[in-house]
């Protein structure tokens, strides 16, 4: 059996001030919640983010990680900085990063190494565009992102999978529960082709992509969905608690 995971992406939202804020309506509303509750938040609000989970289940996360330890990386954050905070989590290859930031699937094989390297637990995202959907890509592009993206990997028990279709991101859009559901099953042949039935069968891979209270359940009763990440449903502390509490 495959443990829920419900992880918030914050992205570039949220001040330190604002974080404490949200996470301390948060907290009393998933005290009781049984899938693993995870917040990723930017990095000036990791340290208020820290204290302000502390005697709850939720868990943190950050948005991204440096591949090299330091050194001349303007702008970078390194796994040890992130450690020395506490952060567990941290999201690697989000579609936002692909696009506006020049994030490959080297550079998302690079840093999940170093994540990996420092203890650090990578949710790793892949997913297709809407041109590659329409022009029945889908396949071909997950295939790549997954062997380029996690290639030289062998243990997988501390890594998780988001499936974000990108059209599905912040549009209101979600892939039918169905769909996400096969496509999410692709994705775990795939780890069972390269990596084995063991890797494939204890390896949660999370749907992302507009999900919000209305559809949670839905997504979640599929049997190849082992969680969501959250972008804009995140950011508000009653609609987060009701996606992570999708069974009440
Ligand atoms: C995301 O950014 O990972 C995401 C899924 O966003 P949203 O839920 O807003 O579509």
């Known amino acids: 059996m495959r443990k829920p995971i419900i992880a918030g992406n914050w992205k570039m939202n949220k001040t330190a001030a604002e974080a404490e804020a949200l996470i301390a309506e948060l907290k009393p509303l998933v005290a009781k919640s049984k899938p693993d509750v995870v917040i990723c938040v930017p990095y000036t609000d990791l340290w208020a983010a820290k204290a302000a989970i502390a005697g709850s289940k939720i868990r943190l996360g950050a948005e ?8 001349a990386f303007t702008g970078e954050i390194s796994a040890a900085m992130l450690k020395e905070i506490g952060v567990e989590y941290v999201i690697i290859g989000h579609s936002e990063r692909r696009t506006y930031f020049g994030e490959t699937d080297e550079t ?10 420092n203890g650090l637990k990578p949710i790793v995202c892949v997913g297709e565009t809407l041109v590659e959907r329409e022009k029945n890509k889908t396949k071909r592009i997950l295939k790549k992102q997954v062997l380029d993206g996690f290639k030289d990997v062998t243990d997988f028990s501390d ?6 279709p990108v059209w599905a991101i912040g549009t209101g859009k979600t892939a039918t529960a169905e769909d996400a559901n096969k496509t999410i099953g692709y994705i775990r042949s795939l780890v069972k082709k390269t990596w084995g039935a063991e890797v494939a069968k204890s390896l949660r891979i999370q749907y992302g992509g507009s999900m919000k209270p209305s559809n949670a359940k839905e997504l979640m009763a599929m049997k190849n969905i ?5 972008g804009g449903a995140a950011l508000k502390a009653q609609d987060f608690a009701a996606i992570v509490n999708y069974k009440d």
């Open 226 to 230: 082992d969680g969501g990440l959250i």
């Open 64 to 71: 991204n990680v440096a591949w090299a330890d330091s050194g």
């Open 159 to 164: 890594i998780v999978i988001a499936y974000e």
């Open 108 to 117: 998302v094989n690079k840093r999940l190494k170093q994540a990996l390297a």
